[in-house]
């Protein structure tokens, strides 16, 4: 197996969760595990926190085929998928028992359309999206009520929840967060007054976990957080979590180089005095941006070393100076040894992203090792 791995820490996972759970007791929560558990590997995961008695109570991915996936891997809990089911094969929501989200008249009709297509006789559970203010997807507030009604008087529908999703909630005290709350609740009272029924009520994201509990109703959903991250640095980091992912590797060769000497394409690095140069087998096509460009870093034998020269598809280098080190030995690109940490928001700063997007590329062809 390649030296070169992602190792996935299945009980920080499990204890981001339970963190998660505690804090929004005794709200519900429908675990985000679309783009592959934002790149930790959706089964693996899945059945970690599946293994947990407080498991669960809901899934949520972001494409049809994600949930068809954890369908055939054995996955019961009710799954919400969060795409459109516009250009999506709608009888798989049928088939494999599945939530879409619906918001548009057009959803109403292609679903009705292929239950009576396919003589499906079950009641179609959706989750209705409204937009309070992201401007992506969803019905708008103001039309809400009028398809929210709509649907509950259609004898083919269960409404199962209804939910929004915030756009800065992230960002504490946010008073746009604050307005995308008033929006949406002021919608379920007037639901709540009508005796409309509304399923379950969602929409915090791991940002307002964290910084809005009035925002928890009847179900919370969980993304970045579960994985180990506040989803942006000016949280108020009220959970305790624990990165699950971390990236280690081994010293691939030693050189030494003279003063004067560059280091790889591009030659944009140049030593200023002889030193020694290790290569480790990880590149961009493994989800090391070509944007760490001499601004990385590795710890290798409890010291941290600069990463060096244009960061290649599949190699790194690092200068280590006159340090005692061989080919062979552990590299921790992202994680923690005894003394020092490389967080994923030591890449983000570098980067300018977040820790979504650096787990999310850590790309197939680095195995992921399971340990618990
Ligand atoms: C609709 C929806 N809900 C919840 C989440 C989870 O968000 P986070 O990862 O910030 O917790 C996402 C992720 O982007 C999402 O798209």
Known sequence: MRCSQAIINLS?????????????HPAKVMAVVKADAYGHGVIEVVNALNSLEDKPEYYAVALLDEAVQLRENGI???????DTIANSDVTDYFRYNLIPTIFTDSDIKSLISAKRKYNYKQNICVH??????????GVNHNDAFDFIRKV??????IIDGIYTHFATSDVYNSCFAKLQLKRFNQLITRLKDKNIATGLIHLANSGAIINMPDSYFDMVRPGISLYGYYPSQSTNESIELFPVMSIISKVASVKKIKKGDTVSYSRKFKATKPTKIVSVSFGYADGYSRGMTNKGSAIINEKIFKQVGVVTMDRIMFDIGNADINVGDEVILLGKSKKHEISGWDWCNVLKTIPYEITCSISKRVPRIYVD
């Not at 920080?12 to 929004?24: E, G």
């Not at 019961?76 to 998928?81: C, G, K, T």
């Not at 509950?152 to 529908?157: G, H, T, V, Y």
């Open 12 to 24: 920080n996972l499990k204890k981001n969760f339970s963190n998660i759970r505690k804090k929004v």
């Open 128 to 137: 209705i999206k409204v937009d309070t203010g992201m401007n992506r997807l």
């Open 152 to 157: 509950s008087m259609n004898d083919n529908f």
């Open 76 to 82: 019961i809990q009710p799954i919400l998928v969060f």
